[in-house]
């Protein structure tokens, strides 16, 4: 990966970052806010301020800002400055806690993950070492009905919906892959995988102006996860009550991975993790790349190897 340039934020934790119809990066930080950042001038404009932490998000054509965030759950901003609007914050009578990241078709159908049910935000390690399986990927029709598509997967993250509308593509952190469901044809209602044993944590996906699906990955993989991964859920659980100094930890990388839709890998783009770190999402835009990282307080530029 090449060089990396930093643009500061007045916060931390740019857990996603998406592009606007007006070429800004529209990302979420730790107190609330939900900033637009011009990348060529370094500006910043506060958008909004959600009542918790925003995690995904999704900019539409129209100016609009879909928002996961962990107090008001899947939340509408109509336009930068206007009105917050909660779209979903309970399923099937239970709060939704921990949504992680939404994306909207031009029909107006949303869908979005759960990570976990089991697990906060703030203990999401909880839920990696747990091995728990209580992510889910929902769905939500433009007459405002929530449904299940898929339930027990380990920690759902980042989602991309193929152009064709087919098919919806789901990271599971937990698990190393990336899932397909399938919304049409022949397989439609079931699910398979479209990437498995990734090399690291997959979380937040975006499809590209290239046309491939870039995938975030925070961290390489650690062997004592890995040797946990087939134990029974107890002893997976007790993993967690390891004094936090000796539990596993994300390496220092920058990490960033792009796969055709069909799941061929194109990009496999690293780099250490000296002046950034943490990658939680990326976003391709006409050959630059955007970076984002629940850590760092800035949002990371660079450009795809020349």
Not at 64 to 74: K, N, W
Not at 177 to 198: K, S
């Amino acid at each position: 990966m090449p060089e990396l340039r930093r643009i500061e934020l007045p916060g931390r934790g740019p857990e996603d970052v998406v592009i606007a119809a007006d070429g800004r990066v529209l990302t979420g930080i730790d107190d609330g806010g939900i900033l637009a950042v011009d990348p060529a001038l370094g500006t910043i404009e506060q958008l909004a301020r959600t009542p918790g932490r925003p995690l995904g998000l999704h900019a539409n054509p129209d100016g609009s800002v879909l928002i996961c965030d962990t107090v008001g759950g899947l939340m509408r901003l109509e336009k930068p400055g206007g009105k917050l609007e909660t779209l979903v914050n309970k399923i099937e009578g239970e709060p939704l806690e921990f949504p992680s990241n939404v994306v909207e078709t031009a029909d107006g159908v949303v869908y979005f993950t759960q990570s976990s049910r089991r697990w906060p935000l703030e203990q999401w390690m909880g839920d990696i070492l747990e091995h728990s399986g209580t992510g889910r990927l929902l769905r939500r029709t433009a007459d405002g009905r929530v449904e299940i598509l898929l339930d027990g997967l380990n920690f759902a993250n980042g989602l991309v919906v193929a152009p064709d509308g087919a098919s919806v593509l789901v990271a599971e952190t937990g698990a190393y892959r990336i899932t397909r469901y399938w919304l049409t044809g022949p397989r439609a209602g079931t699910a398979e995988p479209l990437v498995e044993n990734l090399p690291g944590f997959p979380d937040n996906m975006l499809l590209g102006s290239d046309g491939l699906v870039w995938v975030s990955i925070t961290s390489p993989r650690k062997p004592l996860l890995d040797l946990l991964l087939p134990l029974p859920g107890l002893l997976r659980q007790l993993t967690w009550t390891i004094p936090e100094a000796l539990q596993p930890k994300p390496e220092r990388t920058v990490w960033a991975m792009a796969f055709g839709l069909d799941g061929t890998p194109v990009h496999d783009l690293q780099r250490e993790g000296i002046d950034y770190a943490m990658v939680t999402s990326v976003a391709e835009h006409d050959g630059m790349l955007y970076l984002g990282s629940l850590s760092e307080s800035a949002i990371a530029v660079t450009h795809l190897p020349r």
